[in-house]
Every structure is written in C-alpha cells, then in structure tokens.
C-alpha cells in the first residue's frame, strides 16, 4: 500500500490531483484545511491538505483481469518486481470485483467533500467579522474609550462608534446603547441581543434617542392676548436674524400682527440691521434704552400677538451685562426665553454658556448654524445636561424658511442617520 500527500487551494483540486496520481483505487485517509503564507508574501491563503492510500496490489490485479497490462496509474515508473502475467490454460478466471465497499467509500467521501466546503464557508465569515470587529474596536480606542469598558454586542458596538463618531459623549452613547441592549433582549429574550438585525438595531437606537430629546412646541399665540418672546445668548450665533425668521414666518404665514423690540444698543448696526428687517416685513419696531422704554413699548403694543424682542449679545463671561439684561427680563413676569446656540459651538463651550446664562431663566433652547457644521452630537449632549427643550432649527441665513420646528424624529436624524428610510 502506498501512502501519499497532496496540497491543494480547493477540495475539488486536491480530489483530481489524487485521481490523476493514484487512480480510481485510492481512497481518502484524512483531510485538514491550514494557512500559508501567499506567493506574493500579501497575507496568508487556505490550503487544502489531502492524504489518500492506494493497494498497489488489488490495482495490478483487477487491470490484469481485463486482459491488458498492469497499469500503475502513477504509483511509480514500473514496479520492482512485476509478477508474470499468468495465461489462461494455466490460470483460473479472477474472481468478480465488489464494487460496493468503494461506492460506500466514494459517498462518504463525497459527504466529507461537502462538510468541508460548509465549514470553509464558514470559516471565511468568521474571519470577515473579527477583521471587522478588530477595525471597530480600534476606531472606538481612538476614539477616546477604552474597550475594555465596553460589553455590546457587535451590532450595539457599531452604533455606539457612530455616535462617537458624530461627537455624542462617549459616556452618553455608551448609557443609550447600553439601555437599547436590554430592551432589545427583554424583547427577544436573548439576554446579549447579539443577534439582532443590525437595520433593526439602528431604528431601536434611534427611538430611544428621540425619546432622550425634550421638544418645545412653538411659540403660542392666542386671539387678543400678546405673547412676549426673548432671544438671548452669545455674540455672533444669530440672533438678530433669527427674530425677523419667527417674526416673518408669524406675520406671512400665521397672519398674526407683530412688533420687534431691540435691546442691542451695544453693537455698531444691530439696530439698522434689525429695522430693515422691519421695514421689509412691515412691521413696527421700537428701540428700549432703559427699562421704563421697554414698559412704554410694551404698553403700545398691546394690539399684537407677539412682540420678538432682540437682545444684546456679550460674552457670557459678562456678569455685569448679563446682571443689566436679567434687569430688563424681569420686567416680564409672562416673558418665553429662548436661549439661543450655535451648532459650531465646541460641546464644552455649550455646556459652560448654557450654566452662564441660567440667571436669565431660559425656557427653551434654540439652536442656529445647523447648515455650518458636520457633527451634531453635542446638540443631544446639551439637551440632556442643560434640561431644557429645544424649539427651533436654523439652518441657514434665508427668511423665513431657513428657520424650523425641532421635533424629535428630525434630530434623531441628524444624530444617528438612518441607514435606509423608515418611520419612526
């Protein structure tokens, strides 16, 4: 009996080398799938390693029995000592070959042939997803949180990388993941969620930062009572012309009667820039220096549905501005305080302008410059310190329509986009 064995990149291959060498009398002894390195040196290749044995003596026997010379099928050039063909006046007829044993043996070969292709498929997938799992965690170690923090399934583990990514705290991503796994698992009664369909995952994640997101509705406006609506916040995040969005959008669109009370004496053209929006949109405007001015002004306009007053925008290190503005917001007991910041905004900076201006009791937060920035995390991140709602959205510098009403479901978007559309 000889022994031989033969290397491969497919079991298919290894099966016709073995054919080819040994004959249709070999059978298979053992089979195993190892790693090489590649010819071109890039990585490492499968390989198929096939041992097979053929009986040298039962394949000389049966060629001769069909009346021609014994082949070898490859065993070797010619055997050592070939045994004389005996003739048949001397010889008995051979007995009949049992094909059935090497029939059995061709169908379990041919179940091991496919065995093995299912665990090379196998194999290929586990493979693609460690290397996959292996470039998350390092983008996640970049990132700033250790790995060893983290217990998600690999689906949560992507999702939590895209909020990191999109500059959500890591700790706030972690805590929103981390409750979106034990829901998905109270739901399925898999206690890892491990297996949960990753478009399913992002849609779950996606509610449960909706639901994270306080909203305002927009600003009320009732028949013959006057609304009174402050904008206050930095220098430069939009203020100004955010007021004449809200006064446009309530002048054209709700057909509601309007007037603009400036603040902002401080800045060099704050109040022209302010009165072109008024003469535009045909609206009144009035210039308060003093408190009493903001009364008269008040006063006057008592025939409006909402008075939009614009103020000062300083540095919110400015105790002694902010302690003047806070002078005037108090002369306006029923007065809606919108805080107003920008999307560009660095997540620390809006954490520490947001504590800067609570004297000045904000109802709700609005932010601007949407339209300017690539991440929009820290506005989910300020939301959940800050603990207040936010009203409106502006994306761009055009009036009205560059301004909108926040909901929930919009900012989801903006802080986990959806992979495909889907209704919240």
Known sequence: MRVKTFEAGSMQDALDVVKKDMGEEAFILSTRTRRRPSALGLGEEAVIEVTAAVDEAQATTTVAAAGGPPLTYGLRPALEAPTPVPTRSTAPPPPPVDLQPLRRELLEIKGAVAALKDQETRNTTILTELDQLKSLLNRIQRQGMPPAQLHLPSTLLELYGDLVANDVEPQLALRLCEYAQRALADQDGDASAGRVDPERARLFLRRVIADFIPVAPPIQLEPGKMRV????????????????????????????????????????????????????????????????????????????????????????????TLGQLRGFLEELPDVETHLVLSATTKPRDLLEIATRYEPLHPTRLLFTKLDETSTYGPLLSTLVRVKRPISYLATGQDVPDALELATSRRLADLILPAAVKEAL
């Open 229 to 320: 609506a402050a904008l206050v916040g930095p220098t430069g995040v939009g203020k100004t012309t955010t007021v004449a969005k809200l006064a446009a959008y309530a002048q054209l669109k709700l057909k509601q009667k309007v007037a603009l009370v400036t603040l902002d004496t401080y800045r060099l053209g704050a109040v022209d820039q302010l009165q072109q929006y008024a003469q535009i949109l045909q609206v009144p405007m009035h210039v308060a220096l003093t408190v009493e001015d903001l009364r008269s002004a008040l006063r006057f306009y008592q025939d409006r549905a909402l008075v939009l007053i614009d103020t000062p925008g300083h540095s919110p290190k400015d105790a002694e």
